[in-house]
């Protein structure tokens, strides 16, 4: 009874924001194929760009692409809660954990697609086929040029080192972008070398964690501290006429490369257990590893296109090429929990 309700609800929602999209919608649907059939999303990304993706698929093809944004835990839950009745078709996370999560909660389903695997490089895709990537960003560490390069630095290993005492600021531990960075290094050094990492690099502060991966990017440029880790997106959006003073002031280093390749997170797709329009839902999955279904998520955003053969944007490219740490996301999602109670116990807030 009350899957029932929720199933309605959610099937309301959704109506609701096919609505909202119809105006759009509906002139796509004339210039392109009629109607024929709809896929339903529950997505945690949100970017304008997207949204024009969407539209050309249903041009293509005639299936109208329905969403529903949230976090990518609540969609998860949402998806659990709502159970067989799910209208859900697809989950789209921008976390390697929430793909592990998803994967843990079994509400996703294998897809056999010769296209996916030939487009898609193993170690970006489930081994079981639950769920692809679409994109991914490296988190890269950043310093003050004009303080000049800090000797010694060329690890995430390295930060927390004592000869960078005072030098370093840096997000909050609760963002899921060093959650995941250091559930990589328990991965890679195991968790008691992780937590003695977490430790020195919170000696090494020059101020209590603070502001986001943009504000921290201002503060190195500005000089008010010399180091930080941000991801490459958010530096790439640095590279207009009016920003560019920012991303000159920085010299970055890509972390790792003699060792276990920089630490990379991805946003990804799979596709749910119950999904009511399972065969649209694999026809979009494969249209979004397409080549211009990946230069529109990836060039809206600034990431690197989980496809092969598909080249970044111009200001993601200047950032420089590197070797990616080709960690598994159920090495990632598995460490997590484990990560946080270690930043905790280093006071890392
Ligand atoms: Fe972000």
């Not at 945690?44 to 997207?50: C, E, K, L, P, V």
């Not at 949402?78 to 079994?106: H, K, M, N, V």
């Not at 092969?308 to 929990?337: C, H, M, Q, W, Y």
Request: aromatic letters at 8%.
């Amino acid at each position: 009874m009350k899957r029932t309700l929720l199933a309605a609800l959610a099937g309301l929602s959704l109506g609701l924001l096919a609505a909202c999209a119809n105006s759009d919608g509906e002139t796509a649907a004339t210039e392109g194929k009629p109607i024929t059939g709809e896929i339903n999303i529950y997505s945690s990304r949100h970017y304008d760009t997207d949204l024009a993706l969407y539209e050309d698929f249903t041009r293509a093809t005639g299936i109208k692409v329905n969403r529903i944004e949230a976090e990518a835990d609540a969609l998860i839950e949402r998806i659990q809660a709502e159970g067989e009745f799910s209208p859900a078709d697809l989950l789209i996370t921008t976390d390697a954990g929430r793909l592990w999560r998803a994967e843990e909660a079994g509400i996703l389903a294998p897809v056999d697609s010769k296209v996916l695997e030939e487009r898609i490089p193993a170690n970006l895709r489930d081994p079981q086929k639950r769920w692809f990537a679409l994109t991914t960003r490296a988190r890269i560490i950043i310093y003050n040029k004009a303080k000049g390069a800090p000797q010694g630095l060329a690890t995430y290993e390295d930060l927390a080192s004592p000869a960078f005492k005072g030098r370093i600021c840096m997000r909050s531990s609760s963002s899921v972008y060093n959650i995941a960075l250091l559930a990589s290094m328990i991965a890679h050094d195991g968790p008691e070398k992780a937590g003695a990492w977490a430790k020195g690099v919170v000696a090494n502060f020059q101020r209590p964690p603070q502001g986001n991966d943009v504000s921290n990017i201002e503060a190195v440029a500005a000089g008010e501290c010399d180091i930080s880790l941000v991801n490459t997106y958010y530096l790439a959006r640095f590279a207009t006429p009016e920003k560019r003073k920012v991303l000159d002031a920085l010299g970055i280093i890509f972390p790792n490369q003699a060792t276990t390749g920089t630490h990379v997170n991805m946003s990804g797709a799979g596709l749910v257990k119950t999904a009511p329009n399972r065969e649209n839902a694999i026809k979009f999955l494969e249209y979004l590893s397409s080549e211009s279904a990946q230069k529109y998520l990836a060039n809206g955003n600034n990431e690197y296109p989980a496809a092969k053969g598909v080249a970044p944007t111009s200001a993601v490219e200047a950032l420089g090429t590197f070797k990616a740490d080709p960690l598994s996301a159920s090495e990632i999602g598995r460490n997590e929990a484990r990560a946080a109670q270690l930043y905790n116990a280093a006071r890392w807030n």
